[in-house]
Nanobody, 125 residues
């Protein structure tokens, strides 16, 4: 029903920057969706990173990335971005894009209905 494709991951040195993209498609997708970024490191649970709503542009960030990451969206392109600055080794993880129908930001993994395949981000020490 909704397809999500992440891109932009890669290898970066500590202190560097990356921008991840999530392209959304599907005939049921609409501006009433909330979009989120999550990440999962080896041996750890998937954790919330940032979220945004299509309509109002409301955002919310995990404390661990606040001030370093910025989530945004381009409604015309149905694409969500996360700009990641001042990257740290502990940011290393597979980053996932997710979506669900909601007019407010959603931060819980279990509340998201659609998921992308993930993109690897590796930050060297």
């Amino acid at each position: 029903q909704v397809q999500l494709v992440e891109s932009g991951g890669g290898l970066v040195q500590a202190g560097g920057s990356l921008r991840l993209s999530c392209a959304a498609s599907g005939r049921t997708f609409s501006s009433s969706y909330a979009m989120g970024w999550f990440r999962q490191a080896p041996g750890k649970e998937r954790e919330f990173v940032a979220a945004i709503t299509w309509s109002g542009g409301m955002t919310y960030y995990a404390d661990s990335v606040k001030g370093r990451f910025t989530i945004s969206r381009d409604n015309a392109k149905n694409t969500v971005y996360v700009q990641m600055n001042s990257l740290k080794p502990e940011d290393t993880a597979v980053y996932y894009c997710a979506a669900r129908r909601s007019t407010v930001v959603v931060t819980s993994t279990r509340d998201y209905e659609y998921w992308g395949q993930g993109t690897q981000v590796t930050v060297s020490s």
